[in-house]
């Protein structure tokens, strides 16, 4: 079957910087997606990654391990507006997303 | 530009009732996609369309249905709605041509079957 894997809840400090991990198992791989999502609101995009590597974006870095079927999505600088939930997302072989529940974070003053 | 807009916002449904959800997008993107989120459970999809005319089944489609007469709407119907299909449904839309084919999304309906 297809799995995301991402944890539950994570609480961090402003100004910190906090490491949201995403392991995956999917029947064909064609890019993962990174999701911000606000409590009552949509998801809105975050970053992409198809190649190994980092891609970095301003405050947010999202990185991709094909091989190991990991990610991690890295935020700095961490503000109070950054609390959120972050879904992680792989595109299958179908070209359909296949979605993690999702992370909680909780930022702390 | 509007981007994705959803209609209704929320609404309270008694069981066995018909509804449908609208969806409109004005980006003239070839693909939409209807999910629902549940507490705990990643977004889940229900139908897809990848171009006009066309549509399809995602992971959820039982009790759905879903019509593509244009680029633009991508309406859901709930033929008889069941408790169990209260949720919040989130309707998307990507450029599968082009970029990274990021989907954007609608705001949502909430939807509670009573």
């Known amino acids: 079957g297809q799995n995301i894997d991402q944890p539950t809840e994570m609480t961090a400090t402003e100004g910190a910087i906090v490491q949201i991990n995403c392991t995956y198992q999917?029947?064909?791989?064609?890019?993962l997606f990174w999701y911000q999502q606000h409590a009552g609101e949509a998801p809105t995009f975050l970053s992409y990654n198809v190649l190994d590597g980092l891609e970095e974006k301003g405050r947010f870095s999202s990185f991709l391990s094909r091989s190991k079927g990991y990610s991690y999505l890295l935020l700095k600088e961490l503000q109070m507006k950054d609390s959120a939930s972050y879904l992680c997302?792989?595109?299958?072989?179908?070209?359909?997303?296949?979605w993690g529940a999702g992370t909680k974070l909780i930022i702390k003053p | 530009t509007a981007g994705i807009t959803q209609a209704p916002t929320s609404q309270i449904l008694a069981a066995g009732r018909s509804m449908t959800l609208r969806c409109t997008q004005d980006m003239r993107h070839n693909a939409m996609y209807w999910y629902r989120q549940d507490l705990g459970l990643g977004l889940r999809l229900i139908h897809y369309?990848?171009?006009?005319?066309?549509?399809g089944k995602g992971e959820v489609p039982d009790g759905y249905s879903v019509s593509r007469a244009n680029t633009d709407d991508f309406p859901l119907t709930l033929a008889s709605a069941v408790p169990s299909q209260t949720s919040v449904y989130f309707c998307?839309?990507?450029?599968?041509?082009?970029?990274?084919?990021?989907?954007?999304f609608g705001p949502g309906t909430r939807l509670t079957v009573l």
């Open positions: 997302a792989v595109r299958d072989s179908n070209y359909q997303l296949i």
């Open positions: 998307a839309s990507s450029d599968i041509q082009g970029g990274n084919n990021e989907q954007f």
């Open positions: 999917t029947s064909g791989f064609n890019g």
């Open positions: 369309s990848n171009t006009a005319g066309t549509t």
